[in-house]
């Protein structure tokens, strides 16, 4: 899915669930989140084109800088985000068992017992280990699965793979 298309697809539904009744919004002053239905997830937009859909489950923690900028980092221990960044600018997703580094793409995240698998749709990310020096930069169709003990290998991912993902963000 383009960036343009998921961004309109947010934004129609972010819209449709509003009028409907059936999301909440929230706002914390620095993000917004809207309450996803089918499936269940939320959709956080951040100032500086960051938008991160999290499954209902995930357990993540938003980093931004003290002084009340837009968010830099997300800390993820379990499940799977979907993120969004339109602008040139440094963005990390700190798993257990990697580092996701961005630069504007569109990208998930999953987070298992002893493994995260990273994998881009669109753009470039790069993929490190918590605990090393050896990283991986994945571009669009690619995923690498990040567990201790084995080599980053960079994977053209199935389409069954990718959809199973995907499907968790209702796409």
């Known amino acids: 899915m383009t960036v343009s298309?998921?961004?309109?697809?947010?934004?129609?539904?972010?819209?449709?669930?509003a009028i409907c009744g059936s999301a909440r919004a929230q706002q914390d002053g620095t993000c917004t989140?809207?309450?996803?239905?089918?499936?269940?997830?939320?959709?956080?937009?951040c100032?500086?084109?960051?938008?991160?859909e999290a499954e209902a489950a995930a357990r993540l923690q938003i980093l931004a800088p003290a002084s009340g900028g837009p968010p830099h980092a997300i800390r993820l221990d379990g499940n799977a985000v979907l993120i969004e960044?339109?602008?040139?600018?440094?963005f990390q997703i700190?798993?257990?068992?990697?580092?996701?580094?961005?630069?504007?793409?569109?990208?998930?995240?999953?987070?298992?017992?002893?493994?995260t698998a990273v994998f881009v749709a669109e753009g470039q990310v790069q993929v490190g280990r918590r605990s090393g020096p050896d990283a991986v930069v994945l571009?669009?169709?690619?995923g690498v699965d990040v567990s201790p003990?084995?080599?980053?290998t960079v994977r053209?991912?199935?389409?069954?793979?990718?959809?199973?993902?995907?499907?968790?963000f209702g796409r």
């Not at 989140?33 to 956080?44: F, G, Q, Y």
């Not at 100032?47 to 991160?52: A, H, S, Y």
């Open 94 to 115: 700190m798993t257990p068992h990697a580092i996701a580094s961005v630069r504007g793409t569109v990208y998930a995240v999953d987070v298992a017992a002893g493994t």
């Open 47 to 52: 100032p500086g084109g960051l938008i991160i």
């Open 149 to 152: 003990g084995e080599a980053l």
């Open 5 to 17: 298309l998921f961004r309109q697809f947010v934004a129609a539904c972010v819209l449709v669930l």
């Open 33 to 45: 989140s809207v309450t996803l239905r089918d499936p269940p997830r939320t959709a956080i937009r």
């Open 85 to 90: 960044l339109t602008t040139a600018r440094p």
């Open 156 to 168: 053209l991912w199935p389409q069954e793979r990718v959809a199973r993902l995907f499907s968790r």
């Open 139 to 142: 571009g669009p169709g690619e």
